[in-house]
């Protein structure tokens, strides 16, 4: 029996794991692809009874950004590590609410098999963001000529990645971290997302000025503890970006991009901002999102810095007008406003 198709009246985005079965679905009450039995390895689909049983062969060298492809005896995880990441992950994304309609494909039909699903995406849902929590083992050249590389550029305007900038403590500014696609960073249809906790950055992500873009919040509870990973802060900006994109269908991933990393919220300290190393310099702001979203969508033809004056000085949020000229001169320095 074939899954129902998606709903046309809800906003969608991908969804890259692999380890979705019929039950993790259920626990997450979302649409999905129509696929048939051959389709299943390429979509990350798997019967039921493969759970507890059958590992999962991908193609490449991945890192899932929150747990290890291989244990620490070296024999490849099974089925269900992929399945518990990916249900956290998606639901996560959803927020337990069901309103973002998941289109789940497997991690290595995300990074090298795009022509088998784009046109499906393109004709089954409006879909314009896709959230990928893991990585390719690659340096950034290597990234730039890979098969997920090329894709990546290649759909500028068709599609937003959403990722996880991984979870090493690394400094992307200082080292090269051979990760893809993260390792193609300052791209315009790209968003690398780093886990916070609190007002600051979590310990253990990953971060830079130009390695990574944005905050989010990427705690979870297990066993009565409390964790941080960049695995489940890229689904938070994953869902702000799929909400935008329904509610303004005419911007493209560019535009949605810039207006999630231009909301931003920088922490200020006494009377001047304190940005956080990332580009964006601080966390994501579903509100200040939505607000340059639709002045973008109002006044396409108003510059980056006009559109940061609007919002702050002239609109109904006035917040930190006297610090424009401050935040401008920041984002300028991280070259994330376009030129005059």
């Given at each position: 029996k074939k899954i129902p198709g998606p709903s046309s009246n809800a906003p969608h985005a991908i969804l890259c794991e692999s380890g979705f079965d019929l039950e993790t679905l259920k626990t997450l009450g979302t649409d999905t692809f129509a696929l048939g039995p051959s389709e299943k390895s390429v979509f990350g689909w798997v019967d039921s009874q493969q759970v507890a049983t059958n590992p999962i062969n991908l193609i490449g060298q991945f890192s899932l950004s929150g747990i290890s492809e291989f244990t620490s005896t070296g024999s490849r995880l099974a089925f269900v590590s992929y399945?518990?990441?990916a249900i956290k992950v998606g639901h996560k994304l959803t927020w337990d609410w069901g309103?973002?309609?998941?289109?789940?494909?497997?991690?290595?039909?995300?990074?090298?098999?795009?022509?088998?699903?784009?046109?499906?995406?393109?004709?089954?849902s409006k879909a314009k963001v896709l959230?990928?929590?893991a990585a390719l083992s690659y340096t950034r050249g290597a990234c730039e000529t890979s098969a997920f590389g090329k894709q990546i550029r290649a759909q500028e305007n068709e599609m937003l990645y959403v990722?996880?900038?991984?979870?090493?403590?690394?400094?992307?500014?200082?080292?090269?971290?051979?990760?893809?696609?993260?390792?193609?960073?300052g791209s315009p249809n790209l968003i690398v997302v780093a886990a916070g906790m609190r007002d600051s950055l979590a310990p253990s992500s990953n971060y830079g000025i130009r390695f990574?873009?944005?905050?989010?919040?990427?705690?979870h509870y297990e066993e009565g503890q409390q964790s941080y990973t960049t695995s489940l802060a890229a689904p938070l900006?994953?869902?702000k970006a799929a909400l935008i994109s329904w509610e303004f269908p005419k911007l493209n991933p560019k535009q949605i991009r810039k207006a999630i990393l231009l909301g931003a919220k920088i922490p200020v300290r006494g009377r001047h901002f304190s940005p956080l190393p990332v580009r964006s310099g601080g966390w994501l702001n579903s509100e200040m999102a939505s607000h340059f979203a639709r002045a973008m969508d109002e006044n396409p033809a108003l510059s980056d810095r006009e559109l940061i004056?609007?919002?702050?000085?002239e609109s109904s949020v006035r917040e930190n007008c006297s610090l424009v000229p401050e935040r401008i001169q920041i984002l300028e320095a991280r070259n994330l406003l376009e030129s005059k």
């Amino acid at each position: 029996k074939k899954i129902p198709g998606p709903s046309s009246n809800a906003p969608h985005a991908i969804l890259c794991e692999s380890g979705f079965d019929l039950e993790t679905l259920k626990t997450l009450g979302t649409d999905t692809f129509a696929l048939g039995p051959s389709e299943k390895s390429v979509f990350g689909w798997v019967d039921s009874q493969q759970v507890a049983t059958n590992p999962i062969n991908l193609i490449g060298q991945f890192s899932l950004s929150g747990i290890s492809e291989f244990t620490s005896t070296g024999s490849r995880l099974a089925f269900v590590s992929y399945s518990d990441h990916a249900i956290k992950v998606g639901h996560k994304l959803t927020w337990d609410w069901g309103d973002i309609k998941i289109l789940p494909i497997g991690f290595s039909a995300c990074a090298e098999q795009s022509q088998r699903w784009l046109p499906q995406v393109k004709s089954s849902s409006k879909a314009k963001v896709l959230n990928f929590s893991a990585a390719l083992s690659y340096t950034r050249g290597a990234c730039e000529t890979s098969a997920f590389g090329k894709q990546i550029r290649a759909q500028e305007n068709e599609m937003l990645y959403v990722v996880a900038a991984g979870n090493d403590a690394l400094n992307g500014d200082a080292q090269a971290i051979p990760t893809c696609p993260q390792g193609l960073n300052g791209s315009p249809n790209l968003i690398v997302v780093a886990a916070g906790m609190r007002d600051s950055l979590a310990p253990s992500s990953n971060y830079g000025i130009r390695f990574s873009d944005i905050i989010a919040d990427g705690s979870h509870y297990e066993e009565g503890q409390q964790s941080y990973t960049t695995s489940l802060a890229a689904p938070l900006v994953t869902r702000k970006a799929a909400l935008i994109s329904w509610e303004f269908p005419k911007l493209n991933p560019k535009q949605i991009r810039k207006a999630i990393l231009l909301g931003a919220k920088i922490p200020v300290r006494g009377r001047h901002f304190s940005p956080l190393p990332v580009r964006s310099g601080g966390w994501l702001n579903s509100e200040m999102a939505s607000h340059f979203a639709r002045a973008m969508d109002e006044n396409p033809a108003l510059s980056d810095r006009e559109l940061i004056r609007k919002i702050y000085c002239e609109s109904s949020v006035r917040e930190n007008c006297s610090l424009v000229p401050e935040r401008i001169q920041i984002l300028e320095a991280r070259n994330l406003l376009e030129s005059k």
